[in-house]
Nanobody, 123 residues
Framework: QVQLVESGGGLVQAGGSLRLSCAAS????????MGWFRQAPGKEREFVAI????????YYADSVKGRFTVSRDNAKNTVYLQMNSLKPEDTAVYSC????????????????WGQGTQVTVSS
């Protein structure tokens, strides 16, 4: 099992940047594919970015491609989401998630979830 705790959310103006972190417990972090997802009020949770267990492969939603960067440090059991050029439509609760297996962007494919961190982008 793995426990996940996100941090780094907050309020930022449009065009600004935030860096989210997700700290994982356990000694098997490097075996998990990690994902970032978000849920805006009244909307379903959606995929944002995923990264393979080694960090060698990444995949992004079209809506964030070129603006967001996912990375991980397996020595620190942490995955990051660097968010640049933020837009009001990026406002949501951002959650990290873990799965044992290949890259997959489906919400239902992930077994472990953090509690989420709020990101609010003002116009």
């Amino acid at each position: 099992q793995v426990q996940l705790v996100e941090s780094g959310g907050g309020l930022v103006q449009a065009g600004g940047s935030l860096r989210l972190s997700c700290a994982a417990s356990g000694r098997t972090f490097s075996t998990y594919t990690m994902g970032w997802f978000r849920q805006a009020p009244g909307k379903e949770r959606e995929f944002v970015a995923i990264i393979s267990n080694s960090g060698g492969s990444t995949y992004y939603a079209d809506s964030v491609k070129g603006r967001f960067t996912v990375s991980r440090d397996n020595a620190k059991n942490t995955v990051y989401l660097q968010m640049n050029s933020l837009k009001p439509e990026d406002t949501a609760v951002y959650s990290c998630a873990a799965r044992f297996g290949a890259l997959w962007n489906a919400v239902t494919a992930y077994d472990y979830w953090g509690q989420g961190t709020q990101v609010t982008v003002s116009s």
